[in-house]
């Protein structure tokens, strides 16, 4: 498929997956959350590759799906998307899941959890929403929330908090080991860019639905959210399941890394329009007759 | 609203709602699905009301979303597509339903329904996949199949079929009092333009995997589902959820005029951007202070 590859790739400098990946040593204060990794800082060119780059995910959504129908394949991709407040992991729904056919997209925004939720085990209502072959799945918040605000807000003790780490590991090995191909992403914004996104609400008639007081208690916390998220990276960064951290202040880079980083997931797979199952001149034949 | 409506409207001479919508005396056999009522046949301008439309379809869903954060408004929409196969409702949930912001949609395919689903009432799977307020619903098949197939396979004895338009009623009757603005669309296609469609996913092997050997089988009892949708149209078609036959040999038409019936559904709630809940000088002073 290396035809498909072009139009969307061809102002990046270098592949995002490798740029952005939290590998050892990986330290979240030394991203710059205005940095533009692997690609010219041009709005402009951005616009046109994620255009571009929608055409692609189109096609490869659909052979992904298509295939699944075979039963020789158990694909499916899964992409978690974690951030703190305004830093657009809406938009990155809106316009980059937002492209793709939405007969082959399973969207959960994982909310505070409910009575029913909260007596099991933090995983039950995760698991219900994984997606099946031939799907894209996307988790809007997710089972980090329960390491994140989980640990920075104290609602479960500290040995709790532990044992979580190990378990989303096993988690996220048996789903990979099933065909999931998994990808984390932590959009990245700075503590100030957040300031005038929330100011931006508040000044906004049209957005004051999106603000909540808070959201100010929240973000006096960031230094404690910084410190769960580096903790996170630290234990959940895998080789079947790894985290991107990808800067987020300059909306357009984040909509377009994160399409590179579904590309290419889907470019790994490499799905096939299914082999008929049935005789093809046979049916031809038959629906003639009709 | 007025604005909105000025770019997804030029084109049109008549009011689709009125000119599509099943009242006393409709008579299915009596539509042609070639024709293109209240719209001039102009494919490519038909194009840009589409993209225009969307971009309507857009604020509007965004505005129902933020009203139902405010509590005040229960109100959703809901739509129903039914079709023989082949009509073209994948196309209208990638073309319509996919230019609307994801996370304001609840789309649900519904299969041949599972051991667990035929051992409870016909409504009971499709009860738990009613948008809640806020939300653009859509049925990719629905209870309609228990009344359609239903009755043309006899899958059920003709008094329980009877008992069913009957239960159906009372059930949209329910949700449009809560609040859901219900819009049934039938996608009316001709027999001979359903045997065109079937050859092509037999002519290209990217379109195999779309057809089923079970198809030309269905196709056999055309007839027997005119007669079924009739029925229907005649027991279901209500004033709290009324069916619209859309000509569907055009697909630009039948894309076009089901955006319309969704933007009309829409602007009959004309959502607001909901008030501040809080005192908005006093939280920017907060912000300010981080």
Chains 1, 2 share one sequence.
Do not use: C
């Amino acid at each position: 498929m290396g035809f498909m590859t072009q139009n969307s790739e061809k102002n990046w400098t270098g592949e995002v997956a490798d740029l952005l990946r939290v590998r050892e040593g990986f330290v979240l204060s030394g991203v710059d959350p205005d940095s533009t990794p692997g690609y010219a800082d041009d709005k402009d060119a951005a616009a046109q590759d994620l255009a571009a780059g929608a055409g692609d995910l189109d096609e490869l959504q659909e052979r992904l799906y298509a295939q699944s129908r075979s039963e020789v394949s158990d694909a499916s991709v899964l992409l978690v998307l974690q951030a703190m407040d305004s830093a657009g992991k809406g938009g990155i729904i809106r316009h980059v899941v937002g492209s793709v056919d939405p007969q082959g997209v399973l969207l959960t925004a994982f909310k505070k959890p409910t009575a029913e939720e909260l007596a099991h085990d933090f995983l039950w209502r995760i698991e219900k929403r994984v997606p099946q072959p031939g799907f894209i799945g996307v988790f809007d918040r997710s089972h980090y929330e329960d390491v994140l605000i989980g640990k920075v807000r104290a609602l479960a003790a500290p040995e709790e908090i532990e044992r979580r780490y190990g378990a989303i590991n096993d988690f996220e090995k048996r789903l990979a080991d099933g065909g999931t191909r998994i990808i984390k992403v932590m959009l990245h914004i700075s503590y100030e860019e957040q300031g005038e996104r929330l100011m931006e609400r508040l000044d906004r008639p049209d957005k004051h639905w999106k603000y909540n007081p808070g959201d100010v208690d929240e973000r006096a916390r960031w230094p404690h959210y910084m410190d769960a998220y580096q903790t996170v990276f630290e234990r959940t960064s895998t080789a079947h399941a790894p985290w991107f951290v990808v800067p987020a202040n300059r909306k357009w880079y984040a909509r377009l890394a994160v399409q590179h980083l579904l590309l290419g997931a889907l470019r790994g797979i490499d799905p096939q329009w299914p082999v008929a199952t049935f005789d093809i001149a046979a049916e031809k034949a038959r629906l003639a007759a009709t």
